[in-house]
């Protein structure tokens, strides 16, 4: 019976809404942004196109159940690869982008595209892939199976991980890093694991930071870093250090938000010039013509798609469908933390886009293609909670 109920009642109308909110903050501060006159493109007009593609690919997606989509995790996982590779062979030129030293996007017709946006649905599908049938497979939990499902996690990560190294991109590294940590959790590795991991982890990246800071020349002869590697963390401790070059960014992206106060400036009322403010950047633009109301409003809007995103994995019956929301939850998280943070100093900067704000389709249709399959699960509830019955009949 409760397969036959109509589509306005499977929908999920409440993440659309939250959807829709972000749409009109991000064509108003876009086209703000582009009043610089850094761009002479219609960044509005191609967000909004942007978004008409993210509808139809949720669409799309929303058609297939989880059931279809556990059967192709592999299959996309493996297509996803398979891009990352061709652009590592490739050279830069053609189809290749090479923008600031990372080659990490295709031309095609419809604008450029980034694979590794895409690659993060992906390994979050193949990650709930291998985590669902190791349990299915060893229902008594040991060490010994955690340290297994440990390492077929870290087999799936490391392989787009280490291509997307050599483009080379951190932020998007960091973002499969977060996702690997969240997905980890929440398979229920015994924390006898997971807090000496933890603490090795930290240990190791609190030596790099330190070795940054005091070691440099080791670093660069041992591992191949280079000074312009260092630097981002140097003008992120100390930006006024470095006003004239790699400190700049960060200075005026902490003056236009400081400048907006409490209540803003104003809707295209902006005095402090900030580069990329319609991508990267662009929460530098809400918080001063909208000032701290504003950027909480849209913080706080943030934490009501993740909290709706919380709420609905806490309804899900099939663990497969529980850990593509856990990774996709994450993903979001990670990259709303990152990119506010980076722009108020709290963390470095990285070229972490502000999900469903900033400008960019690459970055949009990603986020369309994992919303997409929490629409399906959700659209699909009724009848896969249902479906072990089925099996048994």
């Keep these: 019976m409760e397969n036959n109920k109509n589509f306005a009642s499977r929908f999920d109308w409440k993440l659309a809404l939250i959807i829709l909110i972000f749409l009109i903050v991000s064509l108003l501060a ?49 297509f996803g690869v398979l891009l990352l590779i061709i652009l590592a062979v490739l050279p830069a030129g053609g189809i290749v982008i090479e923008r600031n030293g990372a080659k990490s996007w295709f031309s095609t017709p419809i604008g450029s595209l980034q694979p590794s946006e895409f690659m993060k649905t992906f390994f979050i599908l193949a990650s709930a892939w291998v985590i669902s049938k190791h349990h299915e497979k060893y229902s008594i939990k040991s060490i010994k199976s955690d340290v297994l499902l440990l390492g077929k996690i ?30 980890i959790i929440v398979a229920g590795i015994s924390w006898k694991i997971i807090i000496p991991i933890f603490v090795a982890g930290v240990t190791v990246g609190g030596s790099l930071l330190w070795m940054a800071l005091y070691m440099q020349d080791f670093l660069e002869d041992k591992f191949g870093l280079q000074p312009y590697q260092f630097a981002r963390i140097y003008s992120w401790i100390d930006p006024y250090l470095y006003s004239s070059g790699s400190g700049y960014h960060l200075i005026t992206s902490l003056n236009a938000i400081g ?11 902006r005095e402090v010039y900030v580069a990329e403010s319609h991508t990267d950047f662009i929460f530098t633009v809400i918080g001063e013509e909208w000032g701290f109301i504003g950027a909480s409003f849209v913080i706080c809007l943030y934490f009501l798609l993740i909290y709706h995103l919380t709420k609905l994995t806490l309804t899900l019956k099939d663990p497969f469908c529980t850990y593509v929301c856990a990774g996709i939850i994450a993903m979001i998280t990670f990259h709303v933390f990152e990119n506010i943070g980076m722009t108020i100093q709290l963390l470095p900067i990285t070229g972490i886009p502000l999900p469903f704000i900033s400008y960019g389709g690459s970055s949009l249709m990603g986020n369309a293609l994992a919303l997409g399959l929490v629409f399906s699960m959700k659209y699909h509830y009724k009848s896969y909670m249902f479906a072990g019955n089925d099996d048994d009949e």
Excluded at 154 to 182: H, K, N, R
Excluded at 259 to 269: C, N, Q, T
């Design 259 to 269: 400048s907006g106060e409490i209540f803003g400036k104003g809707y295209l009322d």
């Design 30 to 78: 876009i086209s703000s942004a582009q009043t610089t006159g850094q761009y002479s493109a219609n960044f509005v007009l191609q967000q909004l196109i942007n978004y008409i593609i993210f509808a139809v690919i949720v669409a799309f997606v929303i058609y297939f159940d989880p059931d279809q989509y556990k059967k192709m995790a592999w299959y996309l996982y493996g």
């Design 154 to 183: 870290g087999v799936t990560l490391i392989i787009p991980l280490a291509f997307i190294m050599m483009q080379p991109d951190l932020g998007s590294a960091l973002v499969f890093l977060a996702i690997t940590a969240a997905l």
